[in-house]
């Protein structure tokens, strides 16, 4: 996407250099800053650091870690258990995010398809470059299927201003090009549709406030930042028409683990009669779960995230403190959305309701 | 309440001299600093700045104003019509709770039952005295019966810890002695039963993070904090048993207006069958209104509460800048959360469901 006038990713890899490069998304939106990652430890610091944050992303990130694996590997060998090895320690950087084991399984699995060495190596590089170029295209296509929906509400309100809410940020940071929940935003403001977009800040770690507000700012789409408290009074009084929010793993029986908070979020949408829709690459799915409460693990993270708050004063990336010193904190880092409270999934085939019949009539070749 | 040794309250006269103090309630956990208050212009001030909050406190500054508009008064005569614009000006000061029109109302009839003088300052302090006094009973009151739900948990759990979530902070700090939701939590606590409190950080001036979890801390009271996004998952996950909420205004028929926020957890308390409690004494119950989402205004405050966030770091107070400087914020104050959503009130009168009979039988006296 353009960041005043530059074409710009989340990550690449370096032409004619065998290193990653990544937006370090902790400093935005008052630094932009980019980290080069060298090795697989280097990606697997940077998904636990959130240094990467968002599904397709961290799936990305993931392969391209294996990439590093393999040009570290022994002699450049690749030997398969050697990459075994580190894709196990890859996939189990954060443990909600399911694009992760995704991706990188999948790349793991075209390295086997050469016999080693060199060969393997250029057959990694390949499959991790497909994945980002894929889930691109999957965020263009949840875009043009999602602007549908918009388009109708636009409709419906003769042109006036379409209010949309989102909870983190599912844009393209999160996602390579265009985001997930907000590729329809992009797309219906690209096609002239007045739109407005309600930002949750989404503590703890503020990625709405930060990263979905940088973006839209630097697209030139109108929005607000509000605390993740206001979106139910802004529902009572008709001020949302529609959310979209992004997720880090959806059951194939449709129950959805996004960031903390999305669930509360979904149940004043319900509870106003407000659509509550939930975009994603089919690489997000997991095709095994059925019982999204019950079997998503929630990834618990470090207390300080909560306690601190980090943010810009005098130039400077600064933290300060808000509870009292010895107050413990407890920083649960998703929730998990029932499918009885999504109106529809937004998907790369299309839009499809949050249940195994639906979502295996647009995946029939996925579905196990 | 004892705070280190030292019993205290967030207001108070001076013995001896027409000053009120109180505690400057921005600047805590990480500094005790008390304000003078010498004029009707300095409570008015310290109620639009937050230095005093909650609902109760701000009754109770209000009245000990219309105290300082007297003493102030031209040639200490306490004129009528002097008096009347002094108490609008301070009833216009925040527009949420109704307790602030209440107090001064009252303050303001026992002035006129007196000549003028000196006499009407003596009966403008006496009154705002009793309120002060009366608002501390209250929620003792508030306590002991507030104290029996959560002792039935308890029993019910065979002993284990009762886990209660709280928004905001409607604590002594809130109320003058005990607070409201946080009394019966004191009570329960001082009788020995095993509680822990999960305290919302409360965004944005965090008086959860910084004002709950210090009184909690001071008491010796289990709790961990939590951003306002945490707790349907909680309640999802069985780690809720309760909810208890102070409130701003409750209208006679049951709505009850809080801190925003509060609204998506009685949601998500209602889908997850666990009960939600609001304490309040019967000041805050406004009986002329009947729909608390058309009716009751919501306070816009300041977007700069939501875009810079106050802490401390090197042992000073500080704040920083979340969002990119040009994204726009909003910050709203307040929600109302249905009756529908609300188990039960806990009043200085005992326990009454939230609709006009039930409340109506609690306070036959005061309904109109």
């Given at each position: 996407m353009l960041v005043d006038g530059v074409q710009m990713r989340p990550i690449w890899k370096v032409d004619g250099k065998e290193i990653i490069q990544v937006i370090d998304q902790r400093y935005l939106p008052h630094q932009l800053i980019f980290k080069d990652l060298e090795?697989?430890?280097?990606?697997?610091?940077?998904?636990?650091?959130?240094?990467?944050r968002g599904a397709p992303l961290i799936g990305a990130t993931g392969a391209y870690g294996v990439y590093l694996a393999a040009v570290n590997s022994p002699g450049r060998m690749v030997d398969e258990e050697y990459l075994r090895t580190e894709c196990e320690k890859i996939k189990a950087a954060r443990p909600t995010a399911v694009n992760l084991t995704w991706a990188v399984d999948r790349v793991f699995d075209a390295a086997l398809k050469e016999p080693s060495g060199e060969n393997r190596i250029a057959a990694v590089?390949?499959?991790?470059e497909k994945i980002v170029e894929e889930e691109a295209e999957n965020c263009r296509m949840i875009g043009l299927h999602g602007y549908e929906l918009i388009a109708e509400i636009s409709r419906k309100k003769g042109g006036k201003t379409v209010n949309i809410l989102t909870h983190c940020n599912a844009g393209w940071l999160a996602c390579i090009?265009?985001?997930?929940?907000?590729a329809p935003i992009y797309t219906a403001f690209e096609k002239g549709i007045d739109v407005h977009v309600w930002a949750d800040e989404t503590?703890?770690?503020?990625?709405?406030?930060?990263?979905?507000?940088?973006?839209?700012?630097?697209?030139?789409?109108?929005?607000?930042?509000?605390?993740?408290?206001?979106?139910?009074?802004?529902?009572?009084?008709?001020?949302?028409?529609?959310?979209i929010v992004g997720t880090d793993r959806t059951t194939h029986t449709g129950d959805v683990a996004n960031k903390i908070g999305t669930y509360l979020k979904a149940l004043a949408a319900k509870d106003n009669n407000i659509p509550f829709y939930v975009a994603l690459p089919s690489s997000t799915f997991d095709w095994q779960l059925t019982d999204g409460i019950a079997q998503i693990p929630i990834e618990e993270r470090n207390p300080d995230e909560v306690r601190f708050?980090?943010?810009?004063?005098?130039g400077k990336i600064n933290?300060?403190?808000?509870?009292?010193?010895q107050s413990p904190a407890a920083d649960f880092a998703f929730d998990v959305t029932p499918a009885r409270l999504v109106t529809a999934f937004i998907t790369e085939r299309g839009i499809c309701r949050p249940n195994i019949e639906d979502i295996g009539q647009l995946f029939p070749d996925k579905m196990k």
């Open positions: 090795t697989a430890e280097d990606t697997i610091d940077a998904i636990k650091q959130m240094v990467v590089r390949d499959e991790a090009e265009y985001g997930t929940a907000t503590r703890p770690l503020n990625q709405g406030a930060r990263l979905t507000a940088w973006e839209l700012g630097k697209a030139g789409v109108k929005h607000t930042v509000i605390t993740d408290n206001a979106g139910g009074h802004l529902m009572q009084h008709d001020m949302v028409d529609m959310v708050v980090q943010g810009e004063s005098d933290r300060v403190l808000i509870p009292p010193a």
